[in-house]
Structure formats: structure tokens, C-alpha cells
């Protein structure tokens, strides 16, 4: 059976003999009158063993074996150092240790590993102990492992275990430290433990219907529980993805949103966390991924032109002129010099033109043949990407649509456009819309509003209560293991 580490067990003994020897001591020495009664041992065993002015704080909670000892230690002061989860006059777990043991036990349903939390240690205790001495340095012991694991857990659950950016362990700051002590303390105060230890996690609606899904997947196969053993490769993927939607807490989950899934090849319309519409989209090619972003679409413009990114004029269209400078009128484009002034590319000498030189932008006309198809939906982002449609219909009929060089084709366009309208109060344009649309004619469409647009990458989510697993075309998934598994 395993136990808390020799050197942890062996200064909280210490503690707890000397404490009981100079009691002992001091009791025969003043016998005779009444003295005030002393603080309870285990109280008094948790405040010697958190007192850092000795070894300094690093070192104390390196010793005690806890990875959130500035929380531990703010737990412990705000309740003048008085167990929590132990018995003071007997061995073993109070009923509210029991609840925290099973919730620890269960991480899996929420996507983390009890071994994280050192649920097999802290399972352990003994239901009893023979020596005062002994016992108490061991109830300490366990008492502040087991603070430290569910501070830990709750920092989990809200926050996620990696920094989202640099994939580095998350480290508690002090208003998080705060946060999650205040909640430990009013789930102790809750006639529910469990219950309100919970309410820590995101409410968001994918967050909230993948953990469900996932929960009553594992508890319909009970030997899947640890993430290694039954099907660890869905674990690791649920695993992963929550972690990401745990990233976007501070995302508001009411009113309007557009969610496009990269993975998923979907945007969806959510309304108050519901799904109130859905489109195919084409996202950009592993080699010219769509980025992950919050903006807002704020304008649309139906019959565009399309100007032609540098990178795409320069490598893609630069070769295709350089052995045919009909390319362009052969494809509706048109070539304009630096002053907007309209150049004929049958007079340049384009051997002479290198991708370092080219001095050119191209554009192409408005009408069915534009890459942006009829209508483009534009919202700010530092990468040049919009939603927009396209000629190219038959790929939304593909499984795999990751074909695009970054930005998103929509099927439907004229759905989305419909909702953005009526979300303004500006329905009477549609008709302009489809006018604009058959005679070519660009018109703009401002919104006041906006709707917020988020792009993420989720490579499996819950639907109908049933988990859908996607492929993971950008190989986002692999970087984000290697750091969340890492032992």
C-alpha cells in the first residue's frame, strides 16, 4: 500500500512527538491549578507544519510534498489551522473527505487523471493507527495532501492544466489561488460537497454537453475509468478538448454567435447556447491553416471583387503569366500598377518578373466566376481571412474540406446573410441582396451590431448526447498531448 514519502511522514512525526512531549513535560511541571485548555493536537500539528520561517516557503511545501502550498497555507489560516478532512480524536477520513476521495476518483469523467491528484496515496490511510505520536503526523500528512489535490482539481476543472498559449503547466496566481479557496470553503459549508465543488467548471454549452456525453460513457463502461485502460485513445482526445473549451471561460455563452469548428468543417448560428442554424464550410489547407480567432462580422458585401493576396499572386499566379499572359482575361482577372491605373499584361516582360519584384496587384471581376462567390462576410483579424462563398459548390460534398488557403467557404451564404439582417432589423434588403447579386452590382451592408465570431479547433464534441470524433487535419492535437500526458 502506498504511502505519503518518508522524508513528509517523518517531519510531520517529529513534529507531532516533540508537541507531545513538551506538553507532557510542561503539564508536570505546573501541576496544581487549572490550566487553559491547549489547541488540539491535530490543529496544532498543522500549524507547526506549515510555519515556513524555518526552511523558507519552498522548501516547506517541497517537504510537505505540495504542489499548491501558498493556497494550502491561505486555506489553513483562514480557519485557524482546524482539520478538514480528518477526525481530530480518532484515525481516518471524515464523511466530506470520503465525497472529495470519490470525486478524485472520478477525474476521469471531466477529462483529467486521479493520478494528477494522488487519489491512490491519499486512498490509502489507514482506518487506524496505534500510536498517538504516529497518528497524528499521518492525519496531518494526509490532511494537507489532500487540500493540496483538490485546489489543485478545482484550478483544473476552471482553468485548464496548460497555459493556452506557451503549453506550460498552469501556476496558480493569486486571485485564482483566492478564487479556488473561497470555493473549497463554501463546498465544505454546502450540504453537498460534490455538487458545489462542481459548479467551478465552465457552463458553456459545448463544454457542458461533451463532459455529460463523456461521463455517461464512462459510467456505461466502468472498467474504462482510468485513462489507461478501456479506450484510452477517446480519452485522450475528450481529454484534450476539454481542455481547450476550458480555455474559453471567460467566452460569454448568451446571446448571438457564429462558432465556426475547423475540424468539424462547420459553422454554426448559436442563440442563447442553442443551435439555431448550420452550414458546410472549406477551411485552409494544413500547409494554410485557418487560424483560431474572436472577432465580430461587422459588414458584407455581395457581387466582390477579389483582390488576390500577395503570397497567392506571387507563387500561384506569377508562374501560370510567366507562360501565358492570357491567364488573366482567361479568368476574369485584371492586373492594376501601384497607382490603381489598369496595365496590359500582354506588355510586360514577365520573365523578368520575380516574386521579390512583382510591383502588381490582381483582381478578379464580380459574377459567378469570383473566388468569393456572391457575397463575402468580413470581421478584423490580423491574418486577411473572411467568410465568404464560393463557385466551387461541389466541395461541399466532399468528408475532407480543408481546401482553402485560410479562409472560409460557406454553403448558404445567403442564409447567414439573412440571419445578419434580421438580427438588425434590416430584413427589407434581402430582395436588394438577390438584385445586386443577378446584375453584378457590389453593394455593402454595414452591420450595427455585429455578431461575434469565434474559430476554433475541436476535434471531437458532443451532439444528441453522442460523442463525434473528427480528424485531426491540422495535427493540433499532437502538440497539446505531449505537454498535457507529460509525466
Not at 493536537?41 to 510537505?64: C, E, F, I, K, N
Not at 520573365?351 to 464580380?366: C, D, E, K, N, S
Not at 451590431?449 to 460523442?467: D, F, K, S, V
Request: hydrophobic share 40%; charged share 20%; proline share 7%.
Amino acid at each position: 500500500m502506498e504511502r505519503l514519502s518518508s522524508n513528509v511522514w517523518t517531519v510531520l512525526l517529529w513534529l507531532a512527538v516533540t508537541g507531545g512531549v513538551l506538553s507532557l513535560g510542561s503539564a508536570q511541571a505546573h501541576a496544581g491549578p487549572p490550566q487553559p485548555k491547549p489547541a488540539p493536537v491535530a490543529a496544532l500539528s498543522l500549524r507547526t507544519a506549515l510555519d515556513t520561517v524555518a526552511l523558507g516557503s519552498a522548501a516547506t511545501y517541497t517537504q510537505l510534498g505540495l504542489q499548491a502550498g501558498p493556497a494550502v497555507q491561505q486555506f489553513y489560516s483562514q480557519r485557524d489551522f482546524t482539520p478538514a478532512w480528518t477526525h481530530a480524536d480518532s484515525a481516518g477520513w471524515n464523511h466530506n473527505a470520503r465525497q472529495a476521495l470519490a470525486l478524485l476518483r472520478c477525474a476521469p469523467e471531466y477529462g483529467l487523471d486521479p493520478a494528477t491528484y494522488s487519489w491512490s496515496i491519499l486512498s490509502a490511510l489507514p482506518d487506524s493507527l496505534h500510536y498517538l505520536a504516529a497518528k497524528t503526523a499521518t492525519l496531518a500528512g494526509y490532511e494537507l495532501r489532500l487540500t493540496d489535490a483538490l485546489l489543485r482539481f478545482a484550478t483544473h476543472l476552471r482553468y485548464g492544466r496548460l497555459h493556452p498559449l506557451t503549453l506550460t503547466p498552469i501556476v496558480l496566481t493569486q486571485p485564482q489561488t483566492q478564487e479556488a479557496v473561497d470555493g473549497l470553503r463554501q463546498a465544505l459549508a454546502s450540504p453537498e460537497l460534490t455538487t458545489a465543488f462542481l459548479s467551478c467548471q465552465p457552463t458553456s454549452r459545448a463544454y457542458c454537453q461533451l463532459q455529460q456525453a463523456w461521463s455517461a460513457t464512462l459510467r456505461q463502461h466502468p472498467d474504462s475509468l482510468h485513462p489507461t485502460t478501456g479506450n484510452a485513445a477517446d480519452f485522450r482526445r475528450v481529454a484534450l478538448n476539454l481542455e481547450r473549451l476550458r480555455w474559453d471561460l471567460q467566452r460569454p455563452d448568451s446571446g448571438d454567435y457564429a462558432l465556426v469548428n475547423i475540424a468539424a468543417y462547420q459553422l454554426q448560428l448559436i442563440r442563447n447556447g442553442q443551435v439555431v442554424q448550420s452550414h458546410r464550410i472549406v477551411v485552409g489547407k494544413p500547409d494554410t491553416p485557418t487560424p483560431t480567432l474572436d472577432s465580430r462580422i461587422t459588414v458584407f458585401v455581395t457581387a466582390p471583387e477579389w483582390r488576390v493576396p500577395y503570397s497567392i499572386a506571387v507563387n500561384e499566379m506569377l508562374p501560370e503569366l510567366q507562360n501565358d499572359p492570357g491567364f488573366l482575361a482567361d479568368n476574369n482577372y485584371f492586373l492594376l500598377d501601384y497607382r490603381g491605373r489598369r496595365v496590359n499584361p500582354w506588355r510586360v516582360n514577365w520573365q523578368r518578373i520575380t516574386p521579390q519584384t512583382f510591383p502588381y496587384t490582381i483582381r478578379q471581376t464580380a459574377g459567378r466566376h469570383n473566388a468569393l462567390g456572391n457575397i463575402v462576410f468580413y470581421f478584423t483579424n490580423q491574418h486577411g481571412i473572411y467568410v465568404h462563398d464560393t463557385p466551387a459548390r461541389a466541395l461541399f460534398r466532399e468528408p475532407k474540406r480543408a481546401r482553402s488557403h485560410g479562409c472560409i467557404r460557406i454553403e448558404k451564404p445567403l442564409e447567414l446573410a439573412a440571419f445578419l439582417l434580421k438580427r438588425e432589423g434590416q430584413q427589407a434588403a434581402l430582395p436588394d441582396i438577390r438584385r445586386s447579386i443577378a446584375t453584378h452590382d457590389r453593394c455593402r451592408y454595414d452591420l450595427a451590431g455585429g455578431l461575434p465570431i469565434r474559430i476554433r479547433y475541436y476535434t471531437c464534441e458532443a451532439q444528441n448526447n453522442h460523442i463525434r470524433y473528427y480528424a485531426d487535419v491540422y495535427c493540433q492535437d499532437e502538440a497539446v498531448a505531449a505537454a498535457f500526458f507529460k509525466p
